[in-house]
């Protein structure tokens, strides 16, 4: 892998480029809101390997969220939260719309709910946010990831797996198989 130079970034469109991002040979980013809201502050906090392409791709990372994409991915229009870890393997494909997401964003109790509702408020300013779950999305080699689909905290998707448009995946998905539905089922084997 090679560090992206400044002339590199403007090459692909880019124009802000963060300093604690690493681009493998013959990968390109396009769209100039790829690092709108990338805040990791991690040495590495965004790996992508070699002969990738990011296509409109937004990289919402957090100040202590990493990312890590392997070789020879292609993604279009997909929406990256991470405010933990997300690891992505080797040739794997995301469609438009998709959203991984390690975490909430938000607590889910009602009353820390209101709480963080509070502290993130300009009433609150001086308020700290609850306690938010936040757990790694792991991605292996060779899954296609149709779009719209939704990945949530905590999921593992096997090599080889299929995400139907659409899905919400909520739970782990064996390798080789076909999931579809909100939540996602498995529908075959692939």
Known sequence: ????????????????????????????????????????????????????????????????????????????????????????????VIGWNTTLADTDFHPIAPAERIADAIACSPLGKTLPRPEIVKRPVVIDDGVWIGPNATILKGVHIGAGAIVEPGAMVNRDVPPRTRVMGNPAQIIGEV
């Open 1 to 92: 892998m090679n560090d992206l130079t400044n002339q590199e970034s403007e090459y692909r469109g880019i124009t802000d480029f963060p300093q604690n991002v690493q681009i493998g040979s013959n990968t390109v980013i396009m769209g100039n809101l790829a690092f709108k809201r990338f805040h990791s502050r991690k040495t590495q906090g965004l790996i992508i390997g070699d002969h990738c392409t990011m296509d409109g791709v937004h990289f919402d990372i957090g100040e202590k969220g990493q990312v890590e994409i392997g070789d020879y991915c292609y993604f279009t229009n997909a929406v990256l939260l991470c405010e933990l870890e997300l690891r992505i393997g080797s040739y794997v």
